[in-house]
């Protein structure tokens, strides 16, 4: 795990998980990272688990955050293989309002427990009191 400063982290791995009937062997990447080049608010975030065994991605997320002064825009996309062998997609999207709750389904608990060391995106002007998460996944 590679983690410079807040909202940025990278993270790497394998995994071999003997507990199942059928030992599997998978190789992670996640990360979570400013898109500046586009938007100094903007941040990319992504997690890729590929099966070594059979192949294929077991599971992927992609999506971004947006902030500015009085709001949070988010969206991610999540690809997870069923017990069938066939592809789920699950879509979150967020808009965080200052002041107000949020609309729509947040993704923030699905990249917390998936991307090690994610911090939220924050409105612009708040000051950052959130400490990345330190257990590796």
């Known amino acids: ?42 941040y990319g975030v992504a997690k890729v688990n590929y099966d070594l065994q059979a192949h294929r991605l077991s599971d992927a997320i992609v999506g971004w955050e947006y902030a500015k002064d009085c709001w949070v825009w988010s969206a991610v996309v999540k690809r997870s293989v069923n017990g ?11 808009l965080e309002l200052k002041g107000f709750a949020g609309l729509g389904n947040n993704p923030t608990d699905l990249l917390n427990e998936n991307i090690t060391g994610y911090q939220p995106a924050r409105f612009v002007d708040e000051p950052d009191t959130t400490q990345p998460r330190q257990n590796d996944r």
């Open 84 to 94: 069938d062998g066939r592809y789920n997609n699950s879509y979150y999207m967020q």
């Open 1 to 42: 795990r590679w983690q410079p400063e807040a909202r940025k982290a990278l993270n790497g791995g394998y995994r071999r998980n003997r507990t199942t009937d059928v030992p599997t062997h998978t190789v992670y990447a996640s990360a979570q990272w400013p898109v500046k080049w586009i938007s100094p608010n903007l």
